[in-house]
T-cell receptor, first 116, second 113 residues
Framework: GAGVSQSPRYKVAKRGQDVALRCDPI?????LFWYQQALGQGPEFLTY????????KSGLPSDRFFAERPEGSVSTLKIQRTQQEDSAVYLC??????????????FGEGSRLTVL | SQQGEEDPQALSIQEGENATMNCSYK?????LQWYRQNSGRGLVHLIL?????REKHSGRLRVTLDTSKKSSSLLITASRAADTASYFC?????????????FGTGTRLTIIP
């Protein structure tokens, strides 16, 4: 596709519900990142995939957060038993770069999650 | 945790003036990047500077990097209303192969027409 696509753009969940956020990276991009951005703050790293391998999940705030990229393309970030502190914008980014080579990230528009 | 701290947190200038934003970071880096974010949108890459470079230009953007002071600055010349956005610096490293970017807290820039 032309850019990184995220869905849904907006999600309202009741506390305790499970949510799934989808990311469609740019075709051919090897690396995929998830970031969490609270209001007025910079993005905070959650997790990183190279193809289907999850190489770094050190930023996931709790075991309620789970990410997958089973075929090395589309990725899903799942949050179980949502809490109010999970309210944030979840940004997905992809990159051509491979391990050991830094390059620019291409970001999607984000999924804004509000937990009531 | 935030690696970089941008300064100032907010900046308002008249259209046509130059805007300067600063970024400080804590650990050694391989590269430093600057991104722009319009309200409610994703981040857009502006420029990347490597740790062995001191200055880089791209159009109306000028970035400097001082690794001894662990700081970088972004200069936008001849500002336009469309430059209104938040600007973030992002660093990778310190170890080679650490690809994740760590973002700063951002500078909110407002250009007054």
């Amino acid at each position: 596709g032309a850019g990184v696509s995220q869905s849904p753009r907006y999600k309202v969940a009741k506390r305790g519900q499970d949510v799934a956020l989808r990311c469609d990276p740019i075709s051919g991009h090897v690396s995929l990142f998830w970031y969490q951005q609270a209001l007025g703050q910079g993005p905070e790293f959650l997790t990183y995939f190279q193809n289907e391998a999850q190489l770094d999940k050190s930023g996931l705030p709790s075991d309620r957060f789970f990410a997958e990229r089973p075929e090395g393309s589309v990725s899903t970030l799942k949050i179980q038993r949502t809490q109010q502190e999970d309210s944030a914008v979840y940004l997905c980014a992809s990159s051509l770069m491979r391990r050991g080579v830094t390059g620019e990230l291409f970001f999607g528009e984000g999924s804004r999650l509000t937990v009531l | 945790s935030q690696q970089g701290e941008e300064d100032p947190q907010a900046l308002s200038i008249q259209e046509g003036e130059n805007a300067t934003m600063n970024c400080s970071y804590k650990t050694s880096i391989n590269n430093l990047q600057w991104y722009r974010q319009n309200s409610g949108r994703g981040l857009v890459h502006l420029i990347l500077i490597r740790s062995n470079e001191r200055e880089k230009h791209s159009g109306r953007l000028r970035v400097t990097l001082d690794t001894s002071k662990k700081s970088s600055s972004l200069l936008i010349t001849a500002s336009r209303a469309a430059d209104t956005a938040s600007y973030f610096c992002a660093t990778d490293g310190p170890s080679f192969g650490n690809e994740k970017l760590t973002f700063g807290t951002g500078t909110r820039l407002t250009i007054i027409p």
